[in-house]
């Protein structure tokens, strides 16, 4: 009786896809670290059912400095919108960046900017 195996062949992972494949970031060219100064931060979770990305504005825990952050996303929207009323371009850019529903919590909460 014969008691030697063989192993089995080794299966190749898939290759990984071309970058020109893969879906930009949309959250690319945003300063987040000046929003992690600030204690809030663009979350990107994914992508909905109609190819659109999932995107939420976030309260972080602590800044960068170690000071404690907003008290709850509520306090970062507040902060973010009333700031890109005053004309910043990076409030302005990170509300844009927010997908459909995000948006209209955003602006249900603290109005439109």
Known sequence: MDTT???PAPVAAPAPAPAADL?????????????????????????LHDGSSRVELKRIDA????????AGDHDAWVHVA??????SAL???????????????IEASCGAW
């Open 63 to 70: 800044t960068v400095d170690g000071a404690p952050g907003f």
């Open 82 to 87: 009333t700031r890109a009323r005053a004309g």
């Open 23 to 47: 879906p930009a970031s949309p959250l690319a060219g945003f300063d987040l670290w000046t929003a992690w100064w600030e204690g809030w931060t663009l979350t990107f979770l994914g992508v």
């Open 5 to 7: 195996t063989t192993a």
């Open 91 to 105: 409030h302005r850019d990170a509300l844009a960046r927010v997908d459909r529903m995000e948006r209209m919590l």
